[in-house]
Nanobody, 117 residues
Framework: QVQLVESGGGLVQAGGSLVLSCAASGSIFRPNDMGWYRQAPGKQRDLVATISSGGNTNYADSVKGRFTISRDNAKNTVYLQMNSLKPEDTVVYYC???????????WGQGTQVTVSS
């Protein structure tokens, strides 16, 4: 089993910044992909950014140039630096760990980000 604990969400004004953290524990296998997704009420969960153990990254077009994903493999932790936040970034953000060579995915509990205009 894998547990993911997210932190760092909150309320920020438009143009501000937040850093989300996701610490993974349990049966962590490497190499692996971890990532951040977000979901608005009544909508599907969408990709924000992913990062491999080797540091390869992938971003949604809507966050390119504003968000940066990074990770500390020694701590099994992934981060999401969010800059130039917009009101439309207001949703719940989820961390995901994918077990390598399997279809198993684990999700965090979600952290709310609210950007006021």
């Amino acid at each position: 089993q894998v547990q993911l604990v997210e932190s760092g969400g909150g309320l920020v004004q438009a143009g501000g910044s937040l850093v989300l953290s996701c610490a993974a524990s349990g049966s962590i296998f490497r190499p692996n992909d971890m990532g951040w997704y977000r979901q608005a009420p009544g909508k599907q969960r969408d990709l924000v950014a992913t990062i491999s153990s080797g540091g390869n990254t992938n971003y949604a077009d809507s966050v390119k140039g504003r968000f940066t994903i990074s990770r500390d493999n020694a701590k099994n932790t992934v981060y999401l630096q969010m800059n130039s936040l917009k009101p439309e970034d207001t949703v719940v953000y989820y961390c995901k760990y994918k077990r390598p060579l399997t279809s198993y995915e684990y999700w965090g509990q979600g952290t709310q980000v609210t950007v006021s205009s």
